[in-house]
């Protein structure tokens, strides 16, 4: 028949020493796992090689290595002709032997032309020495059927393992276990089957090269996960074994995958893609298991890595981008100051909400951190949670600046929403505006966003509830659709009633509302650029992609109007910023309307005791509060029904400029208006004419 090669019968033989590991299968119903395995391993290694080694010497010191099985020859019987010697297996002896039997072959018909006994060509010779050759038998069913059924019974408890962590869809239904065992009969039922189809090849060496090539590859990747685990350097990675050594183990993966190819390269191609395609699966679906894996510890070490390389790089304008820590209070009730936040820095930058409680209070942080790390997921916002305990509400700010990030991965940027006179937070107006200073002061980027509805729900939302439903989406025109899973919230207000929809509306109104008109930039001072970065970034993101770019600006010398206009659209074009139209606003020192300034002195009365300012303050600002006056009057001019307006925001003098003052003209400024975000950089270039 046809001859085997090595590796064709070592594929045949590997299945027949994989029972040696079978207790890892079986780890769930061991007592103590971590020494019962290792123990019983090795034990089953050095039993199984002092039994094969003894058989071996046994048949070594009881047979020949090859013979003729002549009786004639080992008898010296020469009444025939002369006989060559029983172990001569030469061409030249057995040529004898031939010629013998074409002479006598009538008269000896079971004389031997070649040499056809020994242990090296009878595989039967342990039936020979034996009592009875029934006992060979016996062992041999009874290693095959051992081996067998400690396959049948490991492999559904891998499968149950599998299906509780639900690592798969559809596979949680192996996970149900019966008896006091927990036995997983579905398992069981699933592996008879699969097992059955195998032996229906009716090939014992592609069965055989089969069977070798799956535990070859589960071999591969455990001692490869063992390798992979020592070089994440994970203190919870304490290895028992005294002599154990990571490089062994990924030469062990390297010689099982490469025995997976010499034994059948077409089988080992398959695995290697069966196996890819499982863990490409695993990555999409995202499990919410937790192993405490390696590939965790990986995940740390490399960010741990990646921040320490980020360090040691210098600050480019080529690649800034805004890092942002967003005074949000617990996010769950500033839902749209955190969509607006995300959508700055979703995907490509940093975001860190803060929470700045009083000194007195007596939240529990880690439940606090937990259900707000949760509620960010729940509603794929991708951001860190801080939080901090302090007196007042600008120490709380500062701390934050300090202590938020490490290194390069630090905020350059504090985003928060606007405080009107109708707040009824802790914090006093001068605390905010002491905040803002403090910004500045630390060399940050500031941005203040005022909705009309305010950003604060948390007086209308009772309870908030995340369901996950599966909506159809065309995949493509005339073809099936595709099913996706998509986050809806349900909003009740107190008394556990749904919230009305205008309401809902305005708390989701950056995450399900496409705008389609106008964005409004008024650069009315030079920061670096950053009043004309964040609005492309927004221009980036589908909520506002279909709005278009208007920039106004201010012209110092009014007879050269066109030639501003014309200059402003040079530099936006070098900065390469899309826009529509570009205005230049030539009339900015203006006096203000009556209509203007009896509505400024109504919102200083708004604020009240804190809002009082004296005389001495009103006629030191009295420019600066005229422009900010004449600008309010421009914006309800040209921006009443814009998406949203972007606008430098006003520098804030400490020591010259009331608190109060200042808030007023930030509020006469933005009141009534679209979505309006005031930003101001820190003077660092954030735009670059090079690509």
Excluded at 8 to 16: C, D
Aim: net charge neutral; proline share 4%; with cysteine.
């Amino acid at each position: 028949g046809k001859k085997e090669s090595f590796m064709s019968v070592f594929g045949v033989f590997f299945t027949a020493v994989t029972g040696i590991v079978a207790g890892a299968n079986l780890s769930g119903d061991l007592k103590d796992p971590a020494e019962a395995i290792p123990k019983g391993t090795l034990l089953a290694i050095i039993f199984t090689y002092i039994t094969y080694i003894f058989y071996g010497i046994l048949v070594g010191f009881t047979f020949l290595k090859q013979v003729s099985g002549n009786v004639d020859e080992y008898l010296g019987n020469d009444n025939i002709t002369i006989l060559p010697d029983y172990t001569n297996c030469t061409a030249e002896a057995n040529s004898i032997r031939q010629q013998i039997f074409d002479t006598f072959g009538n008269i000896t018909t079971d004389y031997n032309t070649g040499c056809k006994f020994g242990s090296a060509i009878d595989q039967k010779t342990m039936i020979l020495i034996s009592g009875t050759g029934y006992l060979v038998y016996a062992g041999c069913y009874g290693a095959t059927l051992s081996s067998a059924i400690a396959s049948l019974v490991g492999a559904p408890r891998v499968l149950q393992a599998v299906g509780k962590d639900k690592i798969y869809p559809y596979v949680e239904f192996f996970a149900k276990g019966n008896g006091a065992n927990n036995d997983p009969f579905r398992g069981y039922i699933l592996v008879f089957f699969i097992a059955f189809g195998c032996l229906m090849i009716g090939d014992l060496n592609q069965i055989g090269a089969l069977a070798s090539n799956f535990f070859l590859a589960a071999y591969a990747l455990m001692n490869l996960s063992v390798f992979h685990s020592s070089m994440t350097k994970s203190p919870g990675w304490r290895p028992s074994f005294k002599y154990y050594n990571p490089w062994v183990s990924l030469f062990g993966a390297v010689v099982c995958i490469a025995l997976m190819f010499l034994i059948q390269w077409i089988l080992a191609i398959l695995t290697v893609a069966a196996i890819a395609v499982l863990y490409a699966f695993m990555l999409y679906l995202k499990p919410e298991t937790n192993w405490g894996s390696s590939a965790d510890a990986l995940v740390f070490l490399n960010a741990l890595n990646n921040s320490y390389s980020l360090n040691e790089k210098k600050d480019h304008v080529k690649t800034y981008r805004p890092k942002i820590l967003l005074l949000s209070g617990n996010p769950v009730h500033r839902k749209p100051l955190i969509d607006f936040g995300n959508l700055l820095t979703k995907k490509m930058s940093l975001l860190v909400c803060g929470h700045i409680l009083p000194e007195d209070s007596r939240q529990d942080e880690d439940a606090l951190k937990e259900t707000v790390q949760s509620w960010l997921k729940d509603h794929d916002i991708r951001s860190f949670y801080t939080l901090q305990q302090t007196d007042n509400f600008s120490g709380g700010v500062k701390n934050m600046i300090s202590m938020t990030g490490i290194g390069k991965l630090s905020p350059n940027m504090v985003l928060m929403g606007f405080k009107s006179s109708k707040d009824d937070a802790n914090n006093s107006i001068e605390e905010y505006y002491n905040s803002l200073t403090i910004c500045f002061e630390k060399k940050m980027a500031v941005g203040i966003l005022r909705l009309q509805s305010g950003c604060d729900f948390s007086n209308k939302v009772g309870s908030e509830e995340t369901i996950v439903e599966e909506v159809s989406v065309p995949k493509e025109a005339r073809r099936r659709t595709k099913k996706e899973a998509k986050t809806v919230a349900v909003y009740r207000d107190g008394e556990g009633r749904p919230l009305p929809k205008p309401i809902v509306d305005e708390i989701q109104q950056f995450t399900l509302k496409k705008r389609e008109g106008n964005i409004d930039v008024y650069w009315l001072y030079d920061d670096g650029g950053l009043t004309l970065l964040l609005p492309y970034i927004l221009q980036t993101r589908k909520q506002f992609h279909g709005c278009k770019l208007r920039v106004f600006s201010l012209s110092n010398r009014p007879e050269d109007f066109d030639r501003s206009t014309i200059n402003l659209g040079n530099l936006l074009a070098k900065f390469r910023i899309d826009y529509t139209e570009v205005v230049i606003i030539p009339d900015i020192t203006k006096k203000a309307m009556a209509e203007t300034k009896a509505e400024f002195e109504g919102i200083l009365k708004e604020y009240g005791k804190e809002g009082e300012v004296s005389e001495a303050d009103l006629n030191a600002n009295s420019e600066r509060t005229n422009r900010h006056l004449r600008t309010a009057e421009i914006l309800r001019e040209n921006s009443m029904n814009s998406e949203l307006v972007v606008m430098t925001l006003p520098l804030p003098r400490r020591g010259q400029t009331p608190p109060t003052l200042y808030m007023a003209w930030l509020d006469i400024m933005t009141r009534g208006l679209p979505p309006t975000l005031l930003t101001r950089g820190n003077q660092t270039s954030v735009l670059t004419f090079y690509s």
